[in-house]
């Protein structure tokens, strides 16, 4: 493909929704463009504020968090093998409410509480502590969590 008309598509692929450059990089490359035309197209498209790192990392983190139910971990780990700097992944991690943070680990471990068949105390928590984990949640947020979910629980069964 010419270098013009994979930089129109390029344009247009930025237009639609949020891209890094990482992402861009490689479907220039697939496009069969050189290395050297691939970043002459990135650095226009940055300048012309079709691609904007910064303003990826905050859409990623927010859609990931909101919508997908991901913590700060996962989040981090996907926007590291986008190839985004550490210092724009911490600014755009702190997008995220610690209150609103928790009521998500709380709604997502609830929920999977209410799947778990299997009753005995030990496998519950320790399904659940899997669970969270695997959500991207902090191990120590996860555990705290099931503790006060398991509390309530018991609470409300006697």
Known sequence: MEYKKALYKAAALCSQQERCCSEIRKKLIKWELSEEEAEEAIQFLKDEKYIEE????????????????WGKIKIKYHLKQKEIANSLIENAMEEIDSSEYLIKLAELL?????????????????????????????????????NEIMTNEDEILT
Not at 54 to 69: P, S, Y
């Open 110 to 146: 609830q929920g999977k509480l209410r799947s778990i068949k299997n009753k005995d105390l030990w496998q519950t928590k320790a399904a659940l502590a899997r669970f969270g984990q695997s959500r991207g949640f902090e191990p120590h947020l996860v555990f705290q969590c099931i």
């Open 54 to 69: 910064q303003r990826f990392a905050e859409f990623f983190v927010r859609d990931k968090f909101r919508f997908n139910g």
